[in-house]
């Protein structure tokens, strides 16, 4: 075993705090703050960062020019209530919806993720 503690995700991001705080009401989860770096930390210890990146162009998903590297996907009991929730918080619902089971929304950042049927 190399580590006993599972690692942290990193997104780039133009502002660490407000893509921070979107994230922290998605999962109420405890956010710490400092200048170009946000944590968001779960119950459970597994956390989430962000980091300040001048000139950040965000991911361009389905198209494979500026590839999404990667996405997070939230499992939820009812896609229209979480739907509703992420869009008042700042969420985009994508225009490319390629299945029925999960939805893919944009955070604030730009960066795709998914809210998944249970």
Same mark, same amino acid.
């Given at each position: 075993?190399?580590?006993?503690?599972?690692?942290?995700?990193?997104?780039?991001?133009?502002?660490?705090?407000?893509?921070?705080?979107?994230?922290? =009401?998605?999962?109420d989860?405890?956010?710490?703050?400092?200048?170009? &770096?946000?944590?968001? =930390?779960?119950?459970?210890?597994?956390?989430?960062?962000?980091?300040q990146?001048?000139d950040?162009?965000?991911?361009? &998903?389905?198209?494979?020019?500026?590839?999404?590297?990667?996405?997070?996907?939230?499992?939820?009991?009812?896609?229209?209530?979480? =739907?509703?929730?992420?869009?008042?918080?700042?969420?985009?619902?994508?225009?490319?919806?390629?299945?029925?089971?999960?939805?893919?929304?944009?955070?604030?950042?730009?960066?795709?993720?998914?809210?998944?049927? =249970?």
């Amino acid at each position: 075993m190399i580590s006993s503690r599972f690692p942290n995700v990193v997104l780039d991001c133009p502002d660490p705090a407000a893509l921070g705080r979107f994230y922290a =009401e998605i999962v109420d989860g405890r956010l710490n703050l400092s200048d170009d &770096w946000a944590e968001l =930390e779960s119950s459970l210890g597994q956390s989430i960062c962000f980091q300040q990146v001048a000139d950040y162009n965000p991911p361009q &998903w389905p198209n494979q020019e500026v590839p999404q590297q990667f996405h997070l996907d939230f499992f939820v009991a009812d896609l229209d209530v979480a =739907e509703a929730a992420v869009l008042q918080l700042g969420a985009t619902k994508h225009q490319n919806q390629p299945g029925t089971s999960f939805r893919v929304y944009l955070d604030p950042a730009g960066h795709p993720f998914c809210l998944c049927v =249970e």
